[in-house]
């Protein structure tokens, strides 16, 4: 080695290796002397091994000062009759509230977040939606991110220059956007808004699927209403929609009170409460549509309040008992016209207590649906003691028989009968009552009569000479040459009101009918609208299916005009097609409702302004054609 060493430079060289050589040799003897790694002390952790203290010392005399502090605390607690459950009790409470401010704070954390992903969620959806529709601007992640990080908007109260005419002017939270992002001052604002009305299209009014229902169920209980409402009937729907705000009606008049009691018994809100509100001294007429909620007390209150009560129209009258006849007998109520339905808990005995102590003065009865009292004993007392009786409806009645229609011949001032009796009758017992009181007739109904013949027929073509309705319905019996026979040179003049619904044959196994035409057919249409064409205002022919297409053709074929005809039902009639109805527009000027259920070949029609087409889905999506009907009638 001492003959490499040539200069000074190699002999620092090699010093060096040799002291590294060292170091190394006491360093591995130091690690395998003491095989654990330690790291720099401060010089607290040398003070507390110079002095012998402890981390684990500290600690136990910490927790023994804690102990002691403890029980000098329940020591005290004690000797001032106070108990520690108490205060435990108010830490728990101190804990459960910081635990709920927690959880209040967690549940607004959560809202800002949602808030702030559903604008986010938003805003993609707009520049997707402005993407679709030809937009060049980039959407997507990228324009939500600028969003982010562009300058906020000034906050209200600081003062910032408009974008458009550059004006100072101080932010308040009404300031304005401009197009470019920045705001706008009060009068760039006002001009800006002034365009953008001016530049905004008129929006098309959508009815709401609500409203379309209300309209259809208006539509059908006959109710069309075009155009605006009158302030009548605004004023009448605001009483209404506020009638549990009401004391009293005052000095309404019945024609206003009627409409009120429609709309509250549709709604059934007809109480105890809500009747005061149609009792006065000075009325003589109450008309209530639906009484389900009064009780018998009610009835007796309305005769106490109103003792001249004329007129008394009682629907869904169940509690109407024993008790108000006695009332009405004891008081002598100058009833003339009675309409009482659904009034079962009358007894037979005090209907006949009531016909002859009223009876004389009375002049209209109309009594539905009842299916325990007035049999037919009852009734030859009415026929007995109420010779004045002009109007006579009896609906329903399902204890009354032949020997009433017997009775009835009696009535020889009778002007309007209507009859549906559920038991069956004989046809020549109605035909003889018909020839009795027909010359007197005005009005004759007879609903399911399902025994009538040709012969009722001929009885009221000769008897009948001042009908202005006629209905005949549900009858199987009657044939196409009996109503033939009806129409054709009839001294009756021609009738505005007519219901012939289903008079057709009931074997559906020739559904063309056999060759004799059983009900109304062609020929007996044909006469029937040559009879009455001229003057008839409302006609009913549903389910008469023996009718022929031809014969629709050249009834309503456009030329032959019907100039009163405003409602026309022509339901489950398969043979109308669309050109029969649109020959109907054109032959009736005046038409205002068309029923066309089950009238499935009637399509794309186009419906006159209006004139409201029922029943027909395929025709059209809205029910009346260039024509508003008001959703908000009732």
Known sequence: MMRLIRSREDAIVVLRCRIEMYVAEKMSGRRAANNRIRGPQSALTDFLASNNISAAQISAEYDRRQREARQREQEEALANGETIEQEHDNEQEKDEESVEIETAAQKKRKRQQE??????????????????????????????????????????????????????????????????????????SKERTAQEKKNQKPKKQVVSRDKRRQVQSNLLDGIVQIGAKSLQDICIKAVANNIHDIDEFGDL?????????????????????????????????????????????????????????????????????????????????????????????????????????????????KLTWLDYSMDDDAFSHLVRYCPNLKRLKLKKCFRLTDAALNAMKELKHLERLSLRFPTSTSSVNLAELISSIGPNLRTLSLENFTDADDDVLSAIHTSCTQLQ??????????????????????????????????????????????????????????????????????????????????????????KQQYPLLKDINISFLTKIDTAIVAGMFRSCPQLIKVTAFGC???????????????????????????????????
């Open 115 to 188: 808030a702030t992903v559903s604008k986010i969620k938003k805003g993609k959806a707009v520049k997707k939606q402005k993407k679709s529709k030809g937009d060049d601007s980039d959407g997507g992640d990228s324009d939500v991110a600028w969003d982010m990080y562009t300058k906020k908007k000034p906050l209200p109260g600081q003062l910032e220059n408009c974008e458009e005419c550059n004006k100072r002017f101080t932010v308040t939270p009404y300031s304005k956007t401009g197009p470019e992002g920045g705001l706008l001052c009060v009068k760039c």
């Open 600 to 634: 499935f070949t009637v399509t794309d029609v186009a419906v006159p302004k209006g004139v409201a087409l029922i029943g027909v889905p395929n025709a059209q999506d809205s029910i009346v054609q260039e024509g508003d009907v008001d959703a908000d009638y009732f």
């Open 253 to 365: 008049p019945q024609e206003l009170l009627d409409p009120l009691s429609q709309i509250l018994s549709r709604r059934r809100a007809i109480t105890s409460r809500t009747l005061d509100l149609f009792l006065r001294p000075d009325l003589d007429t109450i008309d209530l549509y639906d009484c389900g909620k009064l009780e018998t007390e009610d009835y007796i209150k309305i005769f106490s309040v109103v003792p001249n009560v004329r007129n008394l129209n009682l629907r869904n009258a169940g509690q109407f008992k024993d008790e108000v006849i006695d009332y009405i007998v004891e008081r002598d109520v100058p009833i003339r016209s009675l309409q009482l339905e659904a009034a079962n808990l009358v007894s037979n005995d005090k209907w006949i207590q009531f016909f002859m102590k009223c009876g004389e003065r009375l002049e209209f009865l």
């Open 469 to 558: 309705k006629l209905r005949l319905t549900e009858n199987d019996c009657c044939t196409d040459a009996g109503f033939v026979g009806l129409f054709t040179e009839w001294s009756n003049p021609p009738l505005a009101f007519i219901d012939l619904s289903s008079n057709r044959s009931v074997d559906y196994s020739q559904p063309d009918g056999p060759e004799e035409p059983i009900g109304l057919a062609s020929a007996g249409f044909e006469a029937l609208m040559e009879h009455s064409g001229s003057r008839l205002e409302r006609l009913d022919i549903p389910s008469c299916r023996h009718i022929t297409y031809e014969s629709f053709s050249n009834i309503f074929d456009g």
